[in-house]
């Protein structure tokens, strides 16, 4: 049975190093991009090891396309919106507090501003055997761009048609989004 709470809620904070030269990473879990029927989209980023020190950050699209990106952690500077807050209309800290209600629902909230968002995620026996089949590749195949994109096709059969696990972010940088796990929400 799948149990994100007991998997994820205790994950240590550690200062970690890349696999690769020149290169930097973060290691966690998120919630890369829940549309609602509004418009409104809300991503959640959780990533207790990488090169800098853990933090956690939840992003807001409203309707329109204009981003917003909340940081729970001392320096902005340093994390997502480093790369990404070029193209977002505000950066800004916040208390984000997460909490496990179930072994796949987590609730999380922030004060300021106010959101109390609950979620509860699922697999499919699909997405079990892909999983399984990714994590068991070498992680040297992350860097080859035909891997990547061979790896995005099965996204787009599940219905995440707009999935790049790699690209230019607006800060100019590169990035390779090397995923274990995927699962529904």
């Given at each position: 049975?799948?149990?994100?709470?007991?998997?994820?809620?205790?994950?240590?904070?550690?200062?970690?190093?890349?696999?690769?030269?020149?290169?930097?990473?973060?290691?966690?879990?998120?919630?890369?991009?829940?549309?609602?029927?509004?418009?409104?989209?809300?991503?959640?980023?959780?990533f207790p090891e990488n090169?800098?020190?853990?933090?956690?950050?939840?992003?807001?699209?409203?309707?329109?396309?204009?981003?917003?990106?909340?940081?729970?952690?001392?320096?902005?500077?340093?994390?997502?919106?480093?790369?990404?807050?070029?193209?977002?209309?505000?950066?800004?800290?916040?208390?984000?507090?997460?909490?496990?209600?179930?072994?796949?629902?987590?609730?999380?909230?922030?004060?300021?501003?106010?959101?109390?968002?609950?979620?509860?995620?699922?697999?499919?026996?699909?997405?079990?055997?892909?999983?399984?089949?990714?994590?068991?590749?070498?992680?040297?195949?992350?860097?080859?761009?035909?891997?990547?994109?061979?790896?995005?096709?099965?996204?787009?059969?599940?219905?995440?048609?707009?999935?790049?696990?790699?690209?230019?972010?607006?800060?100019?940088?590169?990035?390779?989004?090397?995923?274990?796990?995927?699962?529904?929400?």
């Amino acid at each position: 049975m799948l149990d994100l709470s007991t998997r994820l809620s205790n994950l240590p904070a550690v200062r970690g190093q890349a696999h690769w030269a020149n290169h930097e990473y973060v290691r966690g879990w998120g919630v890369f991009g829940l549309p609602f029927d509004s418009g409104h989209v809300l991503v959640l980023r959780v990533f207790p090891e990488n090169d800098f020190g853990p933090y956690r950050t939840v992003w807001y699209r409203d309707p329109g396309g204009s981003w917003s990106i909340y940081v729970d952690e001392a320096r902005l500077d340093t994390v997502c919106p480093r790369y990404y807050g070029a193209a977002s209309k505000h950066v800004g800290h916040a208390d984000i507090s997460l909490t496990w209600t179930g072994p796949t629902s987590l609730r999380v909230t922030m004060e300021s501003p106010a959101l109390d968002w609950t979620l509860t995620a699922s697999s499919t026996r699909l997405l079990d055997f892909l999983n399984t089949i990714s994590t068991a590749l070498p992680l040297t195949t992350w860097r080859s761009r035909s891997i990547i994109r061979a790896r995005e096709a099965p996204a787009r059969a599940l219905g995440m048609d707009h999935m790049r696990l790699s690209g230019v972010m607006p800060s100019g940088h590169r990035n390779n989004h090397a995923s274990a796990d995927v699962l529904y929400r």
